[in-house]
């Protein structure tokens, strides 16, 4: 969608973005949004050297694939105030993986999540449902996965067929959609059966995914420890009855 040049701001751009937002607006945490933060190791090394020198006392999160992180990278972003990553792994099935021409495989996940641990930062992982290869099979495959790497949080979203991608061709010539259409739907409800499943049978998954991964006992624990006073503790409680009500109701109907 964004073409394939990686374009990056050079260190002082960004050191001089971030000190004007702390010390004009007192803003102290950030989200990098970049799909390809972590692509150049050396980079990443000099901003974290460079917001260190700077005295930024900041918190700061950001998006990264599996294959570009190392425990050097991780240990610079820790120390320059990096404390959670979100990871689009998309599928726990390694034979998606390759039809979607991710260019990771599953170790490679481990792996990765298990570096954020050891450094000590959050990991965050996004799953699709519906892309046209998904089934019943393929989809227990990401419940199983999701639960053996147990990323800190996790989130599910229908695939979207945007124009001028390669899921756009083949669902379109696998009858999924027709060519020209745009659905309205997206990440939230299904966009277009699959090959396998209607949209009927899709509309229910991602509350029974969400449910799978977060109604178990060592997510609610670990959850519990991590509310450092009462009230981090009755967010959660809420949010989390909420969301339980969300999924109830969305399942019912």
């Given at each position: 969608m964004s073409g394939r040049e990686?374009?990056?701001?050079?260190?002082?751009?960004?050191?001089?973005?971030?000190?004007?937002?702390?010390?004009?607006?007192g803003i102290r945490n950030f989200l990098f949004?970049?799909?390809?933060?972590?692509?150049?190791?050396?980079?990443?090394?000099r901003l974290c050297n460079g917001i260190q020198r700077a005295g930024l006392d900041i918190k700061w999160s950001c998006n990264s694939r599996v294959d570009t992180l190392s425990g050097e990278v991780l240990r610079a972003m820790k120390d320059a105030g990096?404390?959670?990553?979100?990871?689009?792994?998309?599928?726990?099935?390694?034979?998606?993986?390759?039809?979607?021409?991710?260019?990771?495989?599953?170790?490679?996940?481990?792996?990765?999540l298990n570096l954020c641990r050891v450094e000590g930062i959050l990991s965050s992982v996004y799953f699709l449902i519906g892309v046209p290869w998904e089934?019943?099979?393929?989809?227990?495959e990401t419940l199983d996965f999701a639960r053996q790497i147990d990323p800190d949080i996790v989130e599910f979203f229908y695939a979207y067929p945007f124009e001028g991608t390669e899921m756009y061709v083949?669902?379109?010539?696998?009858?999924?959609i027709e060519?020209?259409?745009?659905?309205?739907?997206?990440?939230?409800?299904?966009?277009?059966?699959?090959?396998?499943?209607s949209m009927e049978r899709l509309e229910g998954m991602r509350s029974e995914a969400l449910k799978d991964f977060y109604l178990r006992w060592p997510v609610i624990s670990r959850t519990i420890r991590r509310a450092r006073?009462?009230?981090?503790?009755?967010?959660?409680?809420?949010?989390?009855?909420?969301?339980?009500?969300?999924?109830?109701?969305?399942?019912?109907?």
């Open positions: 990686n374009r990056r701001r050079s260190i002082p751009n960004i050191i001089g973005e971030l000190e004007n937002c702390v010390k004009q607006h949004r970049s799909d390809t933060f972590t692509l150049d190791p050396d980079w990443v090394i990096c404390w959670i990553i979100s990871f689009g792994i998309e599928s726990g099935s390694q034979e998606v993986l390759d039809l979607m021409k991710k260019g990771i495989t599953k170790d490679q996940v481990r792996a990765a089934s019943e099979e393929t989809f227990r083949t669902a379109a010539n696998e009858g999924l060519r020209g259409d745009f659905p309205i739907s997206a990440y939230s409800k299904p966009a277009m059966p699959t090959k396998h499943l006073s009462p009230k981090v503790f009755l967010n959660y409680a809420r949010f989390g009855m909420a969301q339980l009500t969300d999924l109830v109701t969305t399942q019912r109907n």
